[in-house]
């Protein structure tokens, strides 16, 4: 899901998808995948067993695969021929695969474990009611991703500066040169959900323990989110500048949203991969330790990426959004940010992202 928390936390990419004549477009392309989604399974249901598990997550692949395609041409606005042309395989294929077809299986999960954790209500005994809600809610988060990564393709091709595409490029770019962080803060990660997980687990009868580990394992995790956060602004300022001051109101936000929610999903997610994938029937307690292990990894190291890709942004992005298409402004940019001046950790590629 890192696409989805650069398209929010990453300050230029938030401008983009967040502009009001996009939010109000998007609202209505957001429509009609949902009431699709719910047609192919009424038409489906008796054909297909969709009371199986790894029946329902592939069909809901499928349809949210679907819909990555036509949300981006909408955001793309070209056709798909020439988006194919101009954008290439791969990043068609990361489009389909993984923001279409991956991310609406876990959605999916995530759908089905709500359901299962906080409502009581298993897929397995009363399969009809989650196994629409997991076909209708992946296909309109799907559609609304797709729709805001084909615009800000689109605006990147007509001149405006995207440091960084929501693909996961920069990150994997990153993790190498920034190795120690990585290993630091993603082994306080580890540690910190481990020791969480395996205390609270003494605490409450075993029939509670989805509830509480899903509630009080993010809180931690959010919290270590936030500090590694902070951690990757940290690491791009300078040692003669003086550290940007956070208000409490800011920290609050941040802390409950991404790195909370974001904890909650990624744990949720992984309880549905077990309950309904794996098929396990109670989840021990290594299984909640390992979820949330796992969690814990993940956000932190997210956490501090993005700490340290949104103060980047803020010295690599500093004229206006509607300054920065102007092609002759474009051309200025490129040989100001010439090799010379990149920072260490950044190569001359991402400028153009």
Not at 74 to 88: H, K, N, P, V
Not at 161 to 188: C, D
Not at 270 to 275: E, I
Not at 283 to 288: D, N, P
Request: with cysteine; glycine share 8%; proline share 5%.
């Amino acid at each position: 899901m890192i696409h989805r928390l650069s398209l929010r936390v990453l300050p230029q990419l938030n401008l983009l998808v967040t502009d009001l004549p996009v939010r109000k477009r998007k609202r209505i392309v957001m429509l009609a995948p949902g009431l699709v989604a719910f047609g192919i399974y009424r038409l489906l249901k008796d054909v297909l067993p969709l009371s199986e598990p790894l029946v329902l997550l592939g069909l809901s692949g499928c349809v949210s695969a679907l819909t990555a395609i036509w949300a981006y041409r909408q955001g793309r606005g070209i056709s798909l021929q020439e988006s194919f042309r101009q954008d290439g395989l791969k990043r068609w294929v990361w489009l389909v695969g993984w923001v279409g077809a991956f991310y609406g299986m876990q959605l999916s999960l995530l759908v089905l474990a709500i359901l299962q954790v906080f409502v009581g209500y298993d897929f397995l005994l009363h399969p009809e009611g989650p196994a629409m809600m997991a076909m209708i809610i992946p296909c309109t988060s799907v559609t609304r991703d797709a729709f805001e990564i084909g615009l800000v393709q689109r605006l990147s091709q007509e001149g405006t500066v995207v440091p960084t595409f929501p693909n996961g490029e920069a990150l994997r770019e990153w993790i190498p040169q920034q190795s120690a962080t990585v290993i630091k803060w993603g082994g306080l990660g580890l540690v910190a959900s481990i020791i969480s997980s395996w205390v609270l687990y003494d605490f409450g009868s075993t029939t509670w323990q989805p509830i509480l580990q899903s509630v009080l394992v993010p809180l931690v995790v959010g919290s270590l989110s936030l500090l590694a956060f902070f951690a990757g602004e940290a690491v791009f300022e300078q040692k003669d500048e003086q550290r940007k001051s956070h208000t409490w109101t800011s920290c609050l936000w941040f802390w409950l949203w991404p790195s909370v929610t974001f904890a909650l999903t990624y744990f949720l997610v992984l309880v549905g991969t077990a309950s309904y994938v794996f098929r396990v029937g109670e989840i021990s307690q290594l299984g909640f330790v390992a979820i949330a292990a796992s969690t814990g990894l993940v956000m932190s190291v997210y956490s501090v990426y993005l700490g340290w890709r949104r103060s980047y942004e803020a010295r690599v992005v500093t004229i206006p959004e509607n300054i920065q298409r102007c092609p002759f402004v474009m051309g200025m940019l490129q040989q100001a940010k010439s090799p010379e001046s990149i920072p260490p950790l950044v190569s001359h590629g991402d400028l153009v992202k």
